[in-house]
């Protein structure tokens, strides 16, 4: 095989599967030559070779190995098939964030994810581009299982078919020690920043408390979230204070001393940042969409 290679890519939305099927071809057949297709093609080797490229690299795929291929990119044969070869693939769409790197690169979210009731620290799915599969058979009998509910007249079969296609992604997903280590540490730094978020954080508290060097906590968040910890706290903070608002009578000055501003008007001015309007805007436009609606379901 090549130089390694792999496929990072954002998980929140999911991957959707597209379409599959089974592929055969032919001694002098070719791979079709395309550059436009939007969807990454995965490839489940079953027999014979496959000798495709993808952007002038060249690779040969042989029985019981995994193949990746990258939308919008060039797919051609760099060589006519020598033996009777099929493979199964399958075709998913992917919205959000991705890339190809001989490393794995945590991926942040493509949406805008709420810190207060979120606690997945990452949402990065990692696949090898080209890699020996271990659990063939079974990956085989999922796939035909994602083809036969995907056919169904019955509209659940859609679903059904999307829910195995990410057990499909699950099965086949890299995962890295180095990676499983981040993943790890950034969860406890975000239940960190939410068990005392009305406190004050800084720097110098977060390194007291894992033992690491400041800027290597924030880069560590910063990869699997997108946010450093001061936006990842001021964030929560926001969250908290909207969901006071809205569900409490507390006084702005008592909603800004419990989630740890000191000063109402710096309060005030950072929510207006993350909201467009003030504390007492907020509240007021969000009471009256309330009240509308529930006396139009009366």
């Not at 095989?1 to 990072?8: D, H, K, L, T, V």
Request: aromatic fraction near 12%.
């Amino acid at each position: 095989m090549a130089q390694p290679a792999y496929i990072s890519i954002s998980c929140l939305p999911l991957p959707t599967f597209i379409e599959g099927g089974y592929a055969t071809f032919r001694a002098g057949d070719h791979h079709p030559n395309r550059n436009n297709l939007q969807f990454f093609i995965l490839m489940i080797m079953v027999k014979g070779k496959l000798f495709i490229s993808e952007d002038d690299h060249d690779y040969t795929v042989k029985p019981g190995e995994m193949f990746v291929l990258l939308p919008m990119h060039h797919h051609y044969s760099w060589h006519a098939i020598t033996e009777d070869t099929g493979y199964y693939w399958l075709h998913f769409y992917v919205s959000g964030h991705w890339q190809q790197q001989p490393t794995l690169v945590p991926m942040r979210s493509a949406i805008k994810v709420p810190t207060l009731h979120h606690y997945t620290p990452t949402e990065t799915l990692y696949l090898a581009k080209h890699t020996q599969l271990q659990h063939q058979d079974r990956l085989i009998q999922m796939t035909k299982q994602i083809f036969k509910n995907s056919s169904a007249t019955e509209e659940y079969g859609f679903w059904q078919a999307q829910q195995l296609f990410i057990d499909v992604l699950q099965e086949v997903q890299v995962q890295s020690q180095e990676d499983s280590a981040m993943v790890r540490l950034s969860g406890a730094i975000q239940r960190y920043l939410r068990d005392h978020f009305n406190e004050k954080i800084t720097n110098t508290t977060l390194s007291q408390a894992f033992h690491f060097h400041p800027n290597y906590l924030i880069r560590t968040l910063k990869a699997t979230t997108g946010l450093t910890p001061t936006e990842f706290l001021r964030q929560y903070r926001m969250e908290e204070a909207s969901k006071r608002l809205l569900n409490t009578n507390m006084l702005e000055t008592e909603i800004a001393e419990a989630i740890g501003f000191q000063n109402i008007y710096y309060f005030s001015t950072v929510f207006k940042q993350y909201t467009g309007l003030s504390p007492s805007q907020y509240r007021q436009a969000n009471t009256r969409r309330i009240k509308t609606d529930k006396e139009g379901q009366k």
